[in-house]
């Protein structure tokens, strides 16, 4: 199943993040793909919302990771700066991927067939100014709906 | 009294030592240069590879300031906040040296490390003032009340400052880092050319994202001519405005407290546009600004050395079963 939606705003954005939170369960893995000022992490900031966490949710791409807590910890991993995918497991990040919490990847194009099978997917283009079109999948069977 | 710091939070792997928390007699971060003479690999990530460097870097800031392990009297160390992994490495390090040397040892906070560049490279200037951090990963103004107790006004709600460098210099394909290479290629460009929204974050907040966007909305507008025509006019026009907003809240907040000092820190105080824009607005609003030495700006052990020694002094050392923390904070 492959569900868009539309976007006109950052504030459009978070709201459909926050709805998005509620599919999440522990375990779960999104993919975001799309270009530099797409709202990747606009779009995090509102799944964070949706878990109830409104405050530190910034971009990692230097740090790599940042670590949020509610009742799931949530790893917001960024790749962006990821230059050989060969690097994340020499990072240890991958063990990260078979924790107990929901993992959120930036410039998840960047970790190729490292990149657990079983996750969602969020690609995101952008449309004009302030427009984005946000496309959400799963690579397995998984059941789920939105609204947006 | 000889203490040695060490540094490996995020990217680099660093050593320092210095005599009395103040004179730096070896200041030590991991390069090709090291690579040839001591060994190790080349980092590509904050990663694992500390595990490889930091034996080289220690040994070469031993040999760079004409000590001996047996010379060292304490150790400080990065324990906050930044990659597990990599905090990990630099601080199991340094416990297994303070528990085979017997000497103590010292936690550090990275960001107070960013605050100490200050006081390393200015012994002179006392509390309180204010301090703004700016680097890849940060864009934090606070109050310092005094060393060790510091107050957060505000910090970014996406992109940090650097961070915003090094993408908008991957906008106008630039190489790697884009900091630098924008501060080169704007002194071609007219920073009036194009304006950019400063934005409206609310109090001392900043945000850098729009800002971003706004070069790639530009950007997007222009044909591949237009483009190589506009670019040293785009990094400059970025720039002053990345600059303006920082400049801008740091006013603010000195007016706000009545605090007419500064202290700027973290990679992106190493930029020539930045230290001229505030020591302009210095003369005109009648307030002081201090820079660190640049080689200290980027992430370094030298601060975190005297960072510790300050700690040391207050007797603040840490057990041998002291914990990396990814995230704490200082506020």
Not at chain 1, 122 to 130: F, H, K, L, T
Not at chain 2, 12 to 27: M, Q
Not at chain 2, 154 to 162: E, N
Not at chain 2, 172 to 190: F, H, Q, V
Request: net charge negative; glycine share 8%; hydrophobic share 40%.
């Amino acid at each position: 199943m492959k569900k868009k939606f539309h976007s006109k705003s950052a504030k459009e954005t978070i709201e459909l993040g926050e709805e998005f939170a509620g599919v999440l369960k522990q375990g779960d893995i999104v993919a975001f793909y799309g270009e530099l000022g797409s709202g990747k992490t606009t779009l995090i900031k509102g799944i964070c919302k949706g878990f109830g966490i409104e405050k530190g949710v910034k971009s990692p791409s230097f740090v790599f990771l940042r670590i949020y807590k509610s009742r799931y910890t949530l790893y917001h991993f960024d790749f962006y700066r990821l230059k050989r995918k060969e690097e994340l497991v020499n990072a240890g990040f991958d063990e990260f991927f078979f924790n107990s919490g929901i993992v959120l990847l930036e410039w998840a194009d960047k970790l190729g067939n490292l990149l657990p099978e079983s996750r969602f997917e969020v690609v995101m283009e952008i449309r004009s100014e302030n427009e984005r079109e946000i496309q959400i999948s799963h690579t397995e069977r998984r059941e789920w709906s939105m609204e947006g | 009294m000889i203490i040695l710091g060490i540094e490996t939070s995020c990217d680099e792997t660093a050593a320092a030592v210095l005599r009395d928390g103040k004179e730096i007699l070896s200041n030590v971060v991991y390069s090709q240069d090291i690579h040839s003479q001591y060994g190790g690999v080349v980092p590509e990530l904050a990663s694992r590879d500390h595990i490889k460097n930091i034996i080289p870097v220690v040994r070469k800031s031993l040999d760079d300031a004409d000590l001996s392990l047996s010379d060292l009297e304490a150790i400080a160390v990065t324990q906050s906040p930044g990659l597990i992994g990599s905090l990990l490495v630099g601080l199991s390090f340094a416990k297994s040296l303070s528990f085979s040397l017997d000497i103590p040892l010292i936690a550090v906070n990275h960001l107070e490390g960013h605050i100490y560049a200050n006081f390393l490279t200015h012994p002179e200037f006392n509390p309180p003032l204010l301090g703004l951090i700016v680097s890849g990963g940060h864009t934090d103004l606070l109050i310092i009340e005094e060393r060790g107790k510091y107050q957060l006004l505000g910090s970014t709600l996406d992109d940090a400052c650097g961070e915003a460098f090094d993408k908008v210099g991957n906008l106008l394909e630039l190489s790697y880092p884009g900091g630098p290479e924008i501060e080169k290629l704007a002194l071609k460009g007219n920073p009036n050319a194009i304006p950019f929204p400063v934005g409206s974050v609310k109090e001392y907040d900043f945000s850098f994202s729009g800002l971003k966007t706004s070069v790639l909305y530009y950007l997007r507008k222009l044909t591949e001519e237009e483009k190589e025509k506009q670019k040293a006019n785009i990094a400059a026009s970025f720039q002053k405005t990345a600059v303006t907003m920082l400049v801008k809240k740091s006013i603010k907040a000195m007016r706000e407290f009545k605090i007419m000092k500064i202290a700027v820190s973290g990679g992106v105080a190493a930029n020539e546009c930045l230290r001229e824009r505030f020591f302009r607005e210095a003369k005109k609003e009648g307030f002081e600004v201090y820079f660190p030495h640049k080689i200290i700006c980027t992430d370094n052990a030298a601060m975190i050395a005297a960072c510790g020694y300050d700690h040391y002094k207050r007797g603040d050392i840490a057990s041998l079963s002291v914990k990396a923390e990814p995230t704490e904070t200082i506020y």
